[in-house]
């Protein structure tokens, strides 16, 4: 039924495949074309290339992560037919890569939804990953005339976005919840299409947690140049003793940003209160003493790093709010609006004491 | 480990007398808050819901309701600078991970 094209397909089939910009088409991870009931498919590559895998580490570190998308469409894997299945995911190419290196070795079908370049939950709870997109992908993808049954399987967390119910009434596709994890994928069909609560369920694990950990040090950024700045200033007036002086305040300042991108994920569970802020202001605040005892610091300057140190930790730690897995709106704005004088306050005692360790010198 | 956050699952909602048991809450769910006894769903587990809306949205028979809301501070704070709902920023963690929630 198949047969291989050369790299060229003619752009009029390839149309009928829901594809419109072949340029696109022209990447790594498609491994040639195949021709399926007249029309011409994109078959994809199920192992990842190197490419693949320094793509996603750069997109870890947020660089070019807002372009790293795949063009939404119906693609193949392996050699697929009448009866294989169809797994929906979206166009953010970790995602695309997370699912197709998890079905080495079958036959199926992907269609990816447009979802902006953003991953499948993020996208659901946006709503890029939704119903009315499905609906659109699966007509204009002409995909009833593509496979003969009528199931598409979508990742769990596609189901913010997504209504079965509505999907299977418009379209008379009916979904089925796969797994969280596309890893899971072949345990769960081996299962019998049947999951377990670990199969259901998010976790948050330090694995996860790291990895949202790079593009949080990304985002910090600012902290640096003010830290650095402060540190200068601490310093002053300029002499043989400055850099005495701004040496360890710039090491317990620019300690910030670790205490809050790193420390924090990595203990996140031993931490102690629910809120992030909290959590990441203890890692902060204990960070300013230790650097006070180790440099021997004045107690007035030890003090104003924990007054500088704590709300700023504890900023980064609430940013990582976004990126957890557990947290819900309510708790988020609590959060916000209990620690944001106390920050404000904190931060301005924290200078006055810094002021005032310099002046006296205690 | 299962976290915790705070207020979770407040604005969560289940009318058991609409619910028809289908299970499929239970199945969509990332965070094992229902279970279903008896042919009818019960919440066992709201403190542990990050109101997703993924249970409302796939009951068939409309037993479910919950407030959405993305459950970012990031997302928050650019709300209330610019005066709106809570907004995901360009850049912000969109486009994260597979296992990262936000946005």
């Not at chain 1, 995911?89 to 269609?111: C, E, H, P, Q, T």
């Not at chain 1, 300029?238 to 317990?252: E, N, T």
């Not at chain 2, 699952?9 to 007398?17: F, K, R, S, V, W």
């Not at chain 2, 997302?75 to 597979?98: D, F, N, V």
Request: charged residues 15%; contains cysteine.
């Amino acid at each position: 039924m198949s047969a291989l094209l050369s790299r060229k397909p003619d752009p009029a089939l390839t149309r009928q495949a829901g594809f419109l910009m072949l340029d696109e088409l022209k990447k790594p991870w498609v491994e040639k074309f195949m021709v399926f009931k007249g029309r011409t498919i994109p078959v994809v590559a199920a192992r990842l290339s190197s490419a693949d895998r320094r793509g996603s580490l750069k997109a870890r570190w947020g660089w070019g992560r807002m372009r790293y998308a795949v063009l939404p469409g119906l693609y193949a894997l392996g050699a697929p037919g009448e009866a294989s299945p169809v797994f929906v995911s979206a166009n953010y190419k970790m995602s695309f890569d997370a699912l197709r290196s998890s079905l080495v070795g079958i036959d199926a079908w992907i269609l990816v939804l447009d979802t902006k370049g953003i991953n499948v939950w993020c996208a659901a709870g946006k709503g890029t990953f939704g119903t009315k997109e499905l609906l659109g992908r699966v007509a204009s993808t002409k995909l009833a005339a593509v496979v003969g049954h009528r199931t598409l399987i979508l990742p769990q967390l596609g189901a913010p976005g997504v209504s079965a119910p509505e999907i299977a009434r418009l379209s008379g596709f009916r979904v089925e919840w796969g797994p969280v994890r596309a890893a899971d994928i072949k345990a769960w069909l081996a299962a019998g299409r049947r999951k377990d609560e670990p199969t259901r369920s998010v976790t948050f694990g330090l694995r996860d947690r790291m990895a949202v950990a790079p593009v949080e040090i990304v985002h910090s950024w600012p902290i640096l140049p003010a830290a650095l700045a402060l540190a200068a200033l601490y310093g002053l007036p300029a002499g043989g003793a400055w850099l005495a002086r701004s040496l360890p305040a710039a090491i317990l300042l620019l300690g910030i940003v670790p205490a809050g991108t790193i420390l924090f994920p990595a203990l996140l569970p031993w931490l102690p209160s629910r809120a992030f802020v909290v959590k990441g202001a203890l890692l902060g605040g204990l960070w300013a003493f230790a650097c006070g005892a180790v440099f021997k610091m004045p107690a007035l300057e030890t003090l104003a790093g924990f007054f500088l140190a704590a709300p700023a930790a504890g900023f980064l730690a609430m940013n990582f709010t976004g990126a957890s897995t557990y947290t819900c709106q309510p708790g988020a704005l609590l959060e916000v609006e209990r620690s944001f004088w106390p920050m404000i306050a904190s931060l301005a005692a924290g200078l006055a004491l810094a002021i005032g360790a310099r002046a006296f010198g205690i | 480990m299962k976290l915790k956050y705070l207020r979770n699952g407040q604005t969560l909602a289940l009318d058991a007398g609409t619910c028809v048991g289908c299970g499929a809450c239970v199945d969509v769910c990332p965070h094992a808050v229902f279970e279903v006894d008896g042919g009818k769903a019960r919440i066992v587990g709201r403190d542990y819901c990050m109101e997703c809306g993924a249970c409302a949205r796939n009951c068939p028979v409309g037993a479910l309701s919950v407030k959405v809301g993305v459950g970012c501070a990031a997302a928050i704070i650019i709300g209330k600078l610019r005066g709106t709902a809570p907004t995901c920023g360009e850049g912000g963690c969109c486009g994260e991970s597979e296992r990262s929630s936000c946005c």
